[in-house]
């Protein structure tokens, strides 16, 4: 078990199976930061050289870009050089990712992803400007009980919790 | 439902900033404390001692730590420090994991290690008393070496008998661990801002007493209590000139640097 101090929020027990539910946003980023980049180096790191073990190998190599990619556009400080990196390790795991998984299409998420760089030199780091402010309030938002009738006031108190909550 | 959320976005970021009338300030004070949400402290330099965060005990010093500090300290089981709360390790493990410039000194890199007791002495400052994460047993290789962006490296899994005195103010950030086996275990940085910047670009800027740069503006609140605990002689570094593009926290993170200087003037 990976110890980590209370403020960072826990991976889901059952990562990968059916009955973790959908995975949310915070939680991707501390698998991405934290629990994967641990797990997966001391699964797959040189543990052999036969052909399965060096794939495992060269996916993990492959997997750490995009990990090394998501930290440093994370990070509360940037710099020219730290996007520069950025940009470079998202060119890379682009590139390999047809070499090392074919089935794999192309999505404009991965598109959307080479754009970052650019809004890190445009807006500063992500903490300004990332959404997870909104997600915040969509996780407010699904958790609010409604009477299931659109265009009604809804006086329950739960509003005042949720003015609250914003801070 | 999303105009509240705006509005509420909207007015959490007025009452940060520096130009927010103070008696709007004040009520914010007041509205954390009635409605129980996180104290921002950011612009407290000074260590809070609250009888709400701290669980104070008897006075039953462990002999390990009397041995170094005596017997006249009260011992603690959380202390928070700029809004970050530090555990001992009996208390929570997790918490009391931090890294820290050892001996006082920056220009050292940071150690990892596990604060074993909390402390305040008879004026109430507050010490960390920290073992020291062991070094990694020269047979075992770290495979973290190959990923330099990757904030995370091996270390021995046992902690040092040693115990170290650490002021609140030189601990750098919390570390996860996770123990591989009796000999080795993966430490992870959790720093929100690496360490090459609080190294260089922060000291270059603090120490020139020159103008201000724009590269200091984007420089996060968390590492404010570091840019305090510099001493002024730090020598300069300059790891590059372009290092921020401005965010628009600008002004919130332009008055903390203003209030650095005022606190640690150098004095060349």
């Known amino acids: 078990m990976t110890d980590t101090p209370s403020w960072v ?3 889901p027990k059952s990562f990968g199976e059916a009955s973790a539910g959908t995975i949310k946003a915070a939680e991707w980023r501390s698998l991405a930061m934290i629990y994967l980049p641990i797990a997966l180096t001391l699964a797959w790191a040189d543990k052999g050289t036969s052909a399965t073990e060096q794939h495992l190998k060269a996916a993990l190599d492959h997997t750490m870009t995009l990990f090394s990619a998501t930290r440093l556009a994370c990070l509360r400080v940037t710099s020219e050089e730290r996007i520069k990196a950025c940009e470079e390790y998202f060119i890379q795991y682009l590139r390999d990712l047809q070499k090392l998984h074919p089935h794999i299409n192309m999505r404009t998420n991965f598109h959307m992803a080479i754009h970052i760089p650019d809004f890190l030199r445009l807006f500063g780091p992500v903490f300004s400007w990332w959404t997870f402010p ?3 309030f969509i996780g407010t938002l699904l958790r609010m009980p409604t009477n299931d009738r659109i265009g009604e006031k809804d006086i329950s108190p739960r509003s005042f919790d949720c003015l609250i909550q914003c801070f | 439902m999303l105009q509240s959320h705006l509005r509420a976005s ?8 520096q130009d927010c009338p103070a008696v709007l300030r004040e009520l914010k004070l007041l509205f954390d404390k009635s409605f129980g949400t996180t104290l921002d402290n950011h612009d407290n330099g000074s260590i809070l001692v609250d009888g709400d965060e701290m669980d104070w005990e008897p006075d039953i010093i462990p002999d390990e730590l009397s041995q170094i500090v005596g017997q006249h300290v009260k011992t603690h089981a959380h202390f928070r420090y700029q809004g970050v709360v530090y555990s001992r ?3 929570h493990r997790g918490n009391s994991l931090v890294q820290y410039y050892p001996n006082n000194k920056m220009a050292s890199p940071a150690v990892p290690g596990s604060i074993q007791y909390i402390y305040s002495d008879k004026g109430g400052k507050v010490f960390f008393a920290i073992q020291r994460q062991s070094r990694l047993p020269s047979d075992i290789v770290d495979p973290f070496r190959l990923y330099p962006h990757i904030p995370a490296s091996m270390w021995g899994s046992q ?3 040693e115990l170290e005195i650490v002021d609140p103010s030189w601990i ?3 570390y996860a661990r996770y123990t591989i086996d009796a000999q080795a275990c993966v430490v992870l940085s959790l720093s929100q801002v690496g360490i090459e910047i609080i190294a260089s670009s922060c000291c270059t800027d603090l120490n020139t007493s020159g103008e201000y740069q724009h590269n200091i503006i984007s420089v996060p ?3 404010i209590n570091l840019l305090i605990a510099l001493p002024s002689f730090y020598p300069i570094s300059c790891f590059g000139s372009t290092l921020c593009t401005m965010s628009n926290h600008a002004n919130m993170l332009i008055y903390h640097y203003q209030s650095v200087r005022h606190i640690n003037k150098p004095s060349t």
């Open chain 1, 9 to 11: 929020s826990r991976a």
């Open chain 1, 134 to 136: 909104l997600e915040r």
């Open chain 2, 10 to 17: 909207t007015l959490r970021g007025w009452v940060s900033r």
């Open chain 2, 89 to 91: 390790a009996s208390t």
């Open chain 2, 159 to 161: 902690l040092q008998q």
């Open chain 2, 172 to 174: 750098f950030s919390h």
């Open chain 2, 221 to 223: 609140v968390d590492c």
